[in-house]
């Protein structure tokens, strides 16, 4: 009897360092392969979603190539809207047609979508009011977007859950089916691949569905995170109040009808200050001024740039432009320029001959930020003193 448990204990002590040595082994092959994958950039384009985990040490990363990159962005974009009722253009693929020429020509073409791409009929909005309006764009829409060359867009805004979660997710659905890329959900940082360099862009807004400008901790983290992972950091941020008394810019927090839109200035230093490189506003539909910080190049507004017969294109409603940056490998601001864009009373764009954007943002930018080492001559073109 002895001898049986004897050789049984043997047995299972032989089959237990057999599991053991299999466990291990696969251990460090699934380690491997996974430290494998984590490195491999097949596209041009990937995710960093919200982690717990450890961040690899990029201390080891070799120095970024010695080249520049050049982003394109635009502001507040509605071509049209079915919802409640039908105010769609009859011939849609003309609507970027008088603009499209100014809009080539970037590494990265950036715009703010600021309606849904979706067929869903419910809005949780309702019919709406004079200030509670919801938009509804056609998700065969998305081609007219790609053909007029944007690479990102931010659907992080007031408008992105007019039609629920459900419009929300078609909304980014469409456009990546498009391959377009969209900004918009918590958490998310995309990173871009251009001239061996590695761009994240995080989408920000004032609402906590979004990654929210208030919270300023989670802010900075996501941005020192997004920092570490690539070589440049890129912000989208839609906020501020809104209309042609709220083109100046205060560092204070801003409100419209007593909701808090966030202070832009507070929030896009520390950005800077965590490791963000560019900073793009939106939201309060009129041009606003622009500000050197740090080497680094914040736009506080871009205006709206279309709004076929959804947004007004009264006054300065209808200054826009295409901000075109010029940055170095280490996401330092060399050289910009802004291109000017008006809107007809329907809100296309058309490239504006007489500068009025140009003069509203360098009057502005004076104002504002007199100590900025910023320059902005009479055609636009933008330099660091």
């Not at 717990?52 to 190539?65: I, M, R």
């Not at 909304?171 to 001239?195: C, D, V």
């Not at 965590?274 to 622009?290: F, K, S, T």
């Amino acid at each position: 009897m002895s001898n049986f448990l004897a050789i049984s204990n043997r047995t299972t002590r032989r089959k237990a360092y057999v599991l053991i040595f299999a466990g291990t082994f696969s251990f460090f092959v699934g380690l491997g392969y996974g430290s494998a994958k984590r490195y491999e950039y097949i596209q041009e384009f990937s995710f960093v979603e919200p982690v717990t985990d450890v961040l690899p040490d990029f201390h080891l990363k070799p120095e970024p190539p010695a080249v520049t990159i050049k982003i394109k962005a635009v502001g507040d974009i509605v071509p049209g809207t079915n919802y409640p009722n039908n105010r769609l253009h009859s011939r849609s693929k003309t609507l970027f047609q008088g603009v499209k020429r100014l809009l080539k020509g970037a590494d990265i073409l950036f715009g703010n979508f600021e309606s849904t791409l979706t067929n869903y009929p419910y809005s949780p909005k309702g019919l709406g009011g004079r200030l509670i309006v919801a938009f509804r764009t056609p998700p065969s829409y998305t081609q007219i977007l790609k053909e007029a060359g944007f690479d990102v867009m931010s659907v992080a805004n007031n408008h992105s859950f007019d039609f629920a979660r459900q419009g929300f997710n078609d909304t980014i659905h469409n456009l990546e089916k498009a391959n377009i890329k969209a900004l918009g959900k918590k958490g998310q940082i995309l990173i871009a691949k251009r001239k061996g360099l590695s761009i994240a862009w995080i989408g920000f807004s004032y609402f906590n569905y979004h990654n929210c400008l208030n919270n300023l901790k989670e802010a900075k983290a996501l941005v020192q995170k997004a920092s570490k992972n690539a070589d440049m950091v890129v912000i989208s941020v839609h906020a501020g109040s809104e209309g042609t008394g709220a083109m100046n810019v205060r560092n204070q927090t801003e409100y419209f009808f007593g909701e808090n839109r966030g202070n832009m200035v507070q929030f896009s230093r520390t950005m800077i200050d965590n490791g963000a490189d560019l900073i793009l506003g939106h939201g309060p539909h009129v041009p606003r001024a622009l500000e050197l910080y740090k080497g680094k190049l914040i736009a506080y507004s871009l205006g709206n740039f279309m709004g076929y017969r959804t947004l007004s294109a009264e006054a300065q409603l209808a200054y826009s432009l295409v901000l075109e940056t010029e940055l170095n490998n280490q996401g330092d601001f060399v050289s910009g320029k802004i291109i000017p864009v008006h809107l007809t009373g329907q809100g296309i764009p058309y490239p504006d001959r007489q500068f009025r954007s140009v003069k509203l943002i360098r009057q502005l930018t004076q104002s504002n930020f007199p100590k900025t080492r910023l320059t902005i001559d009479k055609n636009g073109r933008i330099q660091p003193k």
